[in-house]
């Protein structure tokens, strides 16, 4: 209860200081059943209204199929990696290349700028890149196979003392 009663002194502080607080607070409340899709749309007026609800036109909407994974109505957007967009568009969200409102692909972690993306195509064809693979292993494998007979060592003499057969230190007590 104390808790509680402290809680709403904080909340009243804080609105005295700076009362847009409170009215962001409340006008963009957002809830979890506010970003779930609706239900899979069955007639043509439900793709419609999907279509608007996701700022696209009815002939851009394709909704994934009904398959149980729970996608719902939202559409299914092209598999296109972040990284082919055009970077010097001016984006909203630079950093993410994308704009307010743009409907996020339902993969949207798999396909941005820090994962792997097929965007472009290959410079040379993948035979030139296995040839070229193949002939740096086959050149380091012929170096090592052509030197092996020369080992390398670090060239020490043994240790030359003044006077040969004296001994020049002891380990007994004197």
Known sequence: MAALIKGIKFGAQITNRNPAILYTSVRNHGWNKDFKPSKFPETEKDRELAAKKYGLTTAEYQPYPDDGL???DYPKLPDVPVEARDPYYPYDFPELKRNLHDT????TDFWSEDRFGSAEPLRYSMKTYWLSFLGVMTGCFAVYYWLENYKMFRPVLAKQYPY????HYTFEKK
Not at 104 to 107: K, P, R, S, V
Not at 164 to 167: D, F, N, Q, R
Request: charged residues 25%; hydrophobic residues 25%; without cysteine.
């Open 104 to 107: 996020l692909h339902a993969e």
């Open 164 to 167: 040969e057969g004296k001994a």
């Open 70 to 72: 729970g996608y719902g």
